[in-house]
Nanobody, 117 residues
């Protein structure tokens, strides 16, 4: 069982930056693929970024060049650094974990990010 707790969301003006953090429980964090999804009001949940157990990173087109995902295995934490934020980035951001390559099995409760124009 993996528990995920996100933090770092909030209100920011367009063009600003935020860093989301996700603290994971368990002793096997370094073995997990980790990622971030988001869900905007009235829209489906969508993939944002992921980082593999070997620290390979993947991004949605909407995140490329603006967001950076990273992990600190010593702290059981994954980060999402978001820059040049746009109003369309407004959403609840969810941290996810894939412990065995079979899919995003564990989800956090989400953290709200609101970007004002």
């Amino acid at each position: 069982q993996v528990q995920l707790v996100e933090s770092g969301g909030g209100l920011v003006q367009a063009g600003g930056s935020l860093r989301l953090s996700c603290a994971a429980s368990g002793r096997t964090f370094r073995q997990n693929n980790m990622g971030w999804f988001r869900q905007a009001p009235g829209k489906e949940r969508e993939f944002v970024a992921s980082i593999s157990r070997t620290s390979s990173t993947y991004y949605a087109d909407s995140a490329k060049g603006r967001f950076a995902i990273s992990r600190d295995n010593a702290k059981n934490t994954v980060y999402l650094q978001m820059s040049s934020l746009k109003p369309e980035d407004t959403a609840v951001y969810y941290c996810v974990a894939d412990p065995n390559g079979a899919g995003w099995r564990y989800w956090g409760q989400g953290t709200q990010v609101t970007v004002s124009s």
